[in-house]
Nanobody, 121 residues
């Protein structure tokens, strides 16, 4: 089993910053892609940022230049730095980890429980 624990969400004023963290634990042989998605009421879940095992990043156009994704492979952790936040960034943010797990060995897509980011004055 693989568990993801997210942290760092909260209430912030427009123009402010937050840092989200997501730690993976459990029976993990390795981790492939790691990413952050977001979803608001009545909306589909959308990709915010993705980082590959080699460090290549991909961002949604709406967050380019404002958000930065990074990872610490030694800690099985992915981060999302959110700067210059706007009210339209308000959503529940979910981390996703592609984990290589045993029994049989396979790639498993695991999702976090979500953390709420609210941007409001």
């Amino acid at each position: 089993q693989v568990q993801l624990v997210e942290s760092g969400g909260g209430l912030v004023q427009p123009g402010g910053s937050l840092r989200l963290s997501c730690v993976a634990s459990g029976s993990i042989f390795g981790i492939n892609n790691m990413g952050w998605y977001r979803q608001g009421p009545g909306k589909e879940r959308e990709l915010v940022a993705l980082i590959t095992s080699g460090g290549t990043t991909n961002y949604a156009d709406s967050v380019k230049g404002r958000f930065t994704i990074s990872r610490d492979n030694a800690k099985n952790t992915v981060y999302l730095q959110l700067n210059s936040l706007k009210p339209e960034d308000t959503d529940v943010y979910y981390c996703m980890v592609g984990a290589v797990v045993p029994g049989p060995v396979r790639l498993l897509e695991v999702w976090g429980q979500g953390t709420l980011v609210t941007v409001s004055s």
